[in-house]
């Protein structure tokens, strides 16, 4: 029922900075959690953020705390990841999902993903 769809990746120096979008379809979308994920070449998709539906608690892992922030925006039925002092090492694919609770989200027991973006930090 709910489509997403990432946008905003792409080739970044190392310290530079990229926000992803992820824009979610139908009138339901305001009411999921939403987080994002991302999975590097060879490893395992891993938890990167998540915001509540209504905003306010938000929960990073620890290797982005202090330079990611989520937020998101329910009139625009979209969520964002700024991603400001990109290091080599946040290169993946980043992917947006949704889910009843930032719980859900983290068990991971995501209800809806995108289909993701590829970013991509240089030295």
């Known amino acids: 029922q709910v489509q997403l769809v990432e946008s905003g990746g792409g080739l970044v120096q190392a310290g530079g900075s990229l926000r992803l979008s992820c824009v979610g379809s139908?009138?339901?979308?305001?009411?999921?959690?939403v987080g994002w994920f991302r999975q590097a070449p060879g490893k395992e998709r891993e938890f990167v953020a998540a915001?509540?539906?209504?905003?306010?608690?938000?929960n990073y892992a620890d290797s982005v705390k202090g330079r990611f922030t989520i937020s998101r925006d329910n009139a625009k039925n979209t969520v964002y990841l700024q991603m400001n002092s990109l290091k080599p090492e946040d290169t993946a694919v980043y992917y947006c999902?949704?889910?009843?609770?930032?719980?859900?989200?983290?068990?991971?027991?995501?209800?809806?993903w995108g289909q993701g973006t590829q970013v991509t930090v240089s030295s």
């Open positions: 999902a949704a889910g009843d609770s930032i719980k859900d989200l983290l068990l991971p027991n995501p209800r809806y």
């Open positions: 139908g009138r339901t979308f305001s009411v999921y959690a």
């Open positions: 915001i509540r539906w209504s905003g306010g608690i938000r």
